[in-house]
């Protein structure tokens, strides 16, 4: 199995500023993942992300507000940029268990833009 | 473009009751199938894997199963706990683009 950290776990930001979210993983992993998950709703998809390369975004997704970086095989960020009240969602990371098929989550970093 | 809906969105159910989960999904064309659990404001649990090749996998108290051409999954979570008490989300695994597609999820209260 994978051990996720993300950091922070919470933040309240405020309207037009940026806020940016670490994952840490235990092992190394060739793909991770970060998901949204809107207050009730279930987990969307935003992006994939390949170390050594651009990261892949979903539709309705652009680089622009959610930048990624993957700089290694047990790291990454995602920023949200320019928030709004919009953005408050769970934001989650995950990866590919590398001996098993199963995906795991890190648990989760909870955003609310005023 | 798959689409995964789980019935129903909320249950409630006595302690120590035998319980059926119900996740059903359009696109047949699965490698495999994961069942998760999310405590509220937490992360994702797994807790089950079934491959497309298997018919059911089991875990304790809980039971998976899979038919792959009816696009139907289960969750059978047998005598019942109060820390039990989560939501349950279903989450198949597509051919060729390796992503996971997310249900709606079941919202589980067990009752003391």
């Known amino acids: 199995s994978a051990v996720i950290s993300q950091k922070p776990s919470r933040d309240i930001c405020q309207r037009g500023t940026s806020l940016t979210i670490q994952c840490q993983v235990d092992s190394q992993v060739t793909m991770m993942f970060w998901y949204r998950q809107q207050p009730g709703q279930s987990l969307t998809l935003i992006a994939t992300a390949n170390q050594g390369s651009e990261a892949t975004y979903e539709s309705g997704f652009v680089i622009d507000k959610f930048p990624i970086s993957r700089p290694n095989l047990t790291f990454s960020t995602l920023t949200v940029s320019n928030m709004s009240p919009e953005d408050s969602s769970i934001y989650l990371c995950s990866v590919d268990g590398q001996a098993t098929d199963t995906q795991y989550f890190g648990p989760g970093t909870r955003l609310t833009v005023l | 473009k798959q689409e995964v809906t789980q019935i129903p969105a909320a249950l409630s159910v006595p302690e120590g009751e035998n319980l059926v989960l119900n996740c059903s999904f359009t696109?047949?064309?699965?490698?495999?199938l994961q069942w998760f659990r999310q405590d509220p404001g937490k992360g994702l649990t797994s807790l089950l894997l079934i491959q497309s090749s298997q018919r059911e996998q089991t875990s304790g108290r809980l039971n998976a199963s899979l038919d792959k051409s009816s696009g139907r999954s289960t969750l059978y979570i047998a005598a019942s706990q109060p820390g039990d008490s989560a939501t349950y989300l279903c989450?198949?695994?597509?051919?060729?683009?390796?992503?996971?597609?997310f249900g709606t999820g079941t919202r589980l209260t067990i009752i003391p």
């Open positions: 696109d047949s064309a699965i490698y495999n």
């Open positions: 989450a198949p695994l597509n051919f060729g683009n390796e992503k996971l597609t």
